[in-house]
T-cell receptor, first 116, second 108 residues
Framework: EPEVTQTPSHQVTQMGQEVILRCVPISNHLYFYWYRQILGQKVEFLVS????????KSEIFDDQFSVERPDGSNFTLKIRSTKLEDSAMYFCASRLNPGRTNSPLHFGNGTRLTVT | QKEVEQNSGPLSVPEGAIASLNCTYS??????FFWYRQYSGKSPELIMSIYSNGDKEDGRFTAQLNKASQYVSLLIRDSQPSDSATYLCAVADDKIIFGKGTRLHILP
């Protein structure tokens, strides 16, 4: 079964450094998402991406965050200057088409980001 | 602000019994509803989806939807220790919003 893949599985970085989290969505899916989950808390929506542009973003997704689909397969999340509170598990997800009712999110295994 | 509410638990259920998980949502126009299971340190995995009022059964799992009451539930029959996890209710329109999850503990 096709799956969403994320790399790396664990990233440790120092405060103020830039990080790029990478994802390869399922190939025929049209919508791509980033979610984050701080340890012990809920899965929070960050951003959705369709047709090479952001379709919606949350309050969390401030100017420090950006997303890009640099080629036909990769989908990246960049955090420009990391803060301690960015430490979380970041999940990439893809979805065939939100306009169809049977279109759940398919998650990658996540990248655990630790900011020291 | 769209909200999805779940009791955080933990909900303890004896092995073999029925586990009942509940969820309410705030946005009346939501069309699709999902239940995900999340083991500690892992990503959410889809258990059930439901779009129409009523019940939907898949193996040991039954999802129930009542749009008038803005209520979704998940029943797990013949609970197994491997069902011990956090169950996330998710509500969808263009994006999918998750509840905080209910921790389920199946007692051997």
């Amino acid at each position: 079964e096709p799956e969403v893949t994320q790399t790396p599985s664990h990233q440790v970085t120092q405060m103020g450094q830039e990080v790029i989290l990478r994802c390869v969505p399922i190939s025929n899916h049209l919508y791509f998402y980033w979610y984050r989950q701080i340890l012990g808390q809920k899965v929070e929506f960050l951003v959705s991406f369709y047709n090479n542009e952001i379709s919606e973003k949350s309050e969390i997704f401030d100017d420090q965050f950006s997303v890009e689909r640099p080629d036909g397969s990769n989908f990246t999340l960049k955090i420009r200057s990391t803060k301690l509170e960015d430490s979380a598990m970041y999940f990439c997800a893809s979805r065939l088409n939100p306009g169809r009712t049977n279109s759940p999110l398919h998650f990658g295994n996540g990248t655990r980001l630790t900011v020291t | 602000q769209k909200e999805v509410e779940q009791n955080s638990g933990p909900l303890s259920v004896p092995e073999g019994a029925i586990a009942s998980l509940n969820c309410t949502y705030s946005d009346r126009v939501s069309q699709s509803f999902f239940w995900y299971r999340q083991y500690s340190g892992k990503s959410p995995e889809l258990i059930m989806s439901i779009y129409s009022n009523g019940d939907k059964e898949d193996g040991r799992f039954t999802a129930q939807l009542n749009k008038a009451s803005q209520y979704v539930s998940l029943l797990i029959r013949d609970s197994q220790p491997s069902d011990s996890a956090t169950y996330l209710c998710a509500v969808a329109d263009d994006k999918i919003i998750f509840g905080k999850g209910t921790r389920l503990h199946i007692l051997p």
